[in-house]
């Protein structure tokens, strides 16, 4: 059984103790590959670090988190602009819009996930969504940036049934993890009217650690948490799952 985290921040300082460890338990579980997602400049040399010490496992985004949208962020969208040029990445992710902190950098961070967006677009590569509190927001920007060469994750789906589908007609799939396990994470009551080859799987480690680990350091290898969860509420076998969302994986990310 493959099973593919498509949205794993490995190179977090979280994992600075053990990193090798819980990346072998990762693998033991059957997760062999591992989508990493980027936050802003400071972190792209922990990710080249990454992708060198596990080649054949370890596929990188470049972008820049919303939440790292400040007063420098043009300088942060050249760093991703330039190092687009430079390498193979495989999304440009993850952007979007986050009102949860902060609502000071709106205007910018809807500005800044446009522009990657042209990005993605000009590098032909899928985009990767983080949106907190802010689907008018993000829907807003997908409008007018809608096409066929718009496509990607819509990670961490935590909406409703109507926006599940509002991000499918973007050509978006829904980036599933932990929240699935929540008692009151919602999506659980719905998921099963979507189809699977919208879905795929995610931890989004060391973030949002499933049920039993809610509240604990996340890691890849407690996707199979969030695997079982999908294998109840479809009624079919994880195994078949897993196969079903690597297959997605790897329709948007080409590999």
């Known amino acids: 059984m493959i099973v593919t985290d498509t949205h794993t921040h490995l190179y977090s300082e979280a994992f600075d103790e053990d990193r ?32 060198t010490g596990y080649p054949d496992n370890v ?50 961070q809807q500005e800044a996930f446009a522009y990657q967006i042209w990005l993605a677009k000009k590098h032909q590569l899928p985009i990767v969504i983080h949106c907190r509190d802010a689907f008018d927001e993000v829907f807003e920007v997908l409008e007018q940036e809608k096409g ?21 007609s973007y050509n978006m799939k829904l980036g599933i993890g932990g929240v699935a396990t929540f008692k009151n994470g919602k999506i659980d009551k719905f998921l099963n009217q979507i189809d699977l080859k919208h879905i795929v799987l995610e931890t989004d480690a060391p973030y949002l650690a499933p049920t039993p680990y809610r509240g604990k350091r996340n890691e890849s290898s407690y996707i199979i948490k969030v695997l079982e969860k999908l294998s109840s509420i479809y009624g079919m076998p994880e ?11 790897k329709e948007i990310f080409g590999i």
């Open 239 to 249: 195994e078949e799952i897993a196969a079903i969302t690597t297959e997605n994986s």
């Open 59 to 108: 596929f990188l985004m470049m972008g820049l988190h919303p939440t790292h949208v400040k007063e420098n962020y043009k300088e942060e969208l050249a760093h991703v602009e330039e190092w687009l040029t430079k390498k193979k990445f495989y999304a440009v992710g993850e952007i979007g819009v986050d009102l949860y902190w902060d609502k000071t950098f709106l205007k910018e």
């Open 148 to 168: 066929n060469d718009l496509f990607g994750i819509f990670h961490c789906f935590t909406g409703t049934l109507e926006q599940a589908h509002q991000a499918m």
């Open 20 to 51: 090798s460890e819980m990346m072998q338990r990762a693998m033991d579980a059957g997760v062999e590959r591992f989508f990493i997602p980027a936050i802003d400049s400071t972190y792209t040399q922990s990710m080249l670090d990454l992708e």
